[in-house]
């Protein structure tokens, strides 16, 4: 069965860095687009980042670009996501999810890592 | 990017059937036919209901359907049960410069 298995969340002061995993299985993960969508909390959902299948293309919310990077390793079925210069307004539980067919549709979810940042 | 737009809040009582409305612009929700649906229970991941407009997963009730005019798309729960008590989040495809966006999300009460 397909589960992904979010990973790295914490307590980080702003300014400061930190990297989200994302571990793939039950899937072809190398077939499919993945993202990473968060979510503040007692708000709603916010798209942050894409990657496609291969890696060759990535897209970013407003809101991150030029902070966060997404990457994926498909050897090891592994998605990340690089955060840089975080601020108090990052604070959220981030999902993982796989992008099903065409490009909105996220069928499969992980059950998301919390990142609060804070002074 | 702007959010798609959604009533905060719906109500229905057992077996009736509501409608969620989400707003777009010509920019993304009116431009594709790539609207989906999630259903959010307390603390839980979300889970999608609908994709394409229309398009029903797998294992997902035929009380759930989706439809779209314009630039407003719309979700349809007919035959309300308790379990379908949650927040409801439409999102669409907006082209490559902004990608994907998001509604600010419906609480559905069933009264």
């Known amino acids: 069965q397909v589960q992904l298995v979010e990973s790295g969340g914490g307590v980080v002061q702003p300014g400061r860095s930190l990297r989200l995993s994302c571990a793939a299985s039950?899937?072809?993960?190398?077939?499919?687009?993945m993202h990473w969508v968060r979510q503040s909390p007692g708000k709603g959902l916010e798209w942050v980042a894409v990657v496609s299948y291969d890696g060759s293309d990535k897209y970013y919310a407003d809101s991150v670009t030029g902070r966060f990077s997404i990457s994926r390793d498909n050897s090891k079925n592994m998605l990340y996501l690089q955060m840089n210069s975080l601020r108090a307004e990052d604070t959220a539980v981030y999902y993982c999810?796989?992008?099903?067919?065409?490009?909105?549709?996220?069928?499969?979810w992980g059950q998301g890592t919390l990142l609060s940042v804070s002074s | 990017q702007s959010a798609l737009t959604q009533p905060a809040s719906v109500s229905g009582s057992p077996g009736q059937s509501i409608t969620v409305s989400c707003t777009g612009t010509?920019?993304?929700?009116?431009?594709?036919?790539?609207v989906s649906w999630y259903q959010q229970h307390p603390g839980k991941a979300p889970k999608l209901m609908i994709y394409e407009v229309s398009e029903r997963p797998s294992g997902v009730s035929d009380r759930f359907s989706g439809s779209k005019s314009g630039n407003t798309a719309s979700l349809t729960i007919s035959g309300l049960q308790a379990e379908d008590e949650a927040d409801y989040y439409c999102c669409s495809y907006a082209g490559s410069s902004n990608y994907v966006v998001f509604g600010g999300g419906t609480k559905l009460t069933v009264l």
């Open positions: 039950g899937f072809t993960f190398s077939s499919y687009g």
């Open positions: 010509s920019s993304d929700l009116g431009n594709y036919n790539l």
């Open positions: 999810a796989r992008e099903g067919c065409c490009y909105s549709d996220f069928d499969y």
